[in-house]
T-cell receptor
Framework: DSGVTQTPKHLITATGQRVTLRCSPR?????VYWYQQSLDQGLQFLIQ???????AKGNILERFSAQQFPDLHSELNLSSLELGDSALYFC???????????FGSGTRLTVV | GESVGLHLPTLSVQEGDNSIINCAYS??????FIWYKQESGKGPQFIID?????DKRQGQRVTVLLNKTVKHLSLQIAATQPGDSAVYFC????????????FGKGTLLTVNP
């Protein structure tokens, strides 16, 4: 157990739907990062939050959004889902606004 | 579970041999590098890191070498075991990118008993 908790582990939903993925960082970690992993794209950075504030954005689609709450857990919201959004979504955390993350075990999203 | 390594470079070794996994990184300004191991169905797991002011760092059975001249990173695994079978990613920290890590495509290591 890495200390980073992601729920749910698996999610199957239909095109056009909206889902929310949840991440609880390791105790004491202030930064949360979201990554998408697909077979052909590898690990792609989506977005980073540090102590509740957005710090960096990657190639995150406008249909996707995220937030970090006062208790430091984070949620990634994916809407108007398309088949191509099927992927593993990982959350990672780190103590500061710096690299060297600890990853969660991921949420496998399947859009049908 | 579904493999993340269908289109990855692969390395196949015999149990007990030493493995060397290579990575070419992208940005000469990168100041921190990490190797991660990802087993099927799991999240990436930290193995070892190195800062740009070092050329070599050793851990338990693993050594990372950094050649900044040619922007090359390698991971050496001594006495490779079947449990080392996984996809290995290098990641670089680019200071101007607000500390997000940029990951390489990964290498699939298969250890044959």
């Amino acid at each position: 157990d890495s200390g980073v908790t992601q729920t749910p582990k698996h999610l199957i939903t239909a095109t056009g739907q909206r889902v929310t993925l949840r991440c609880s960082p390791r105790s004491g970690d202030l930064s949360v990062y979201w990554y998408q992993q697909s077979l052909d794209q590898g690990l792609q950075f989506l977005i980073q939050y540090y102590n509740g504030e957005e710090r960096a954005k990657g190639n995150i689609l406008e249909r996707f959004s995220a937030q970090q709450f006062p208790d430091l857990h984070s949620e990634l919201n994916l809407s108007s889902l398309e088949l191509g959004d099927s992927a593993l979504y990982f959350c990672a955390s780190s103590p500061r606004n710096s690299g060297g993350y600890t990853f969660g075990s991921g949420t496998r999203l399947t859009v049908v | 579970g579904e493999s993340v390594g269908l289109h990855l470079p692969t390395l196949s070794v015999q149990e007990g041999d030493n493995s060397i996994i290579n990575c070419a990184y992208s940005n000469s300004a990168s100041d921190y590098f990490i190797w991660y191991k990802q087993e099927s169905g799991k999240g990436p797991q930290f193995i070892i890191d190195i800062r740009s002011n070092m050329d070599k760092r050793q851990g338990q059975r693993v050594t990372v070498l950094l050649n900044k001249t040619v922007k090359h990173l390698s991971l050496q695994i001594a006495a490779t075991q079947p449990g080392d079978s996984a996809v290995y990613f290098c990641a670089e920290n680019i200071p101007t990118s607000n500390y997000k890590l940029t990951f390489g495509k990964g290498t699939l290591l298969t250890v044959n008993p």
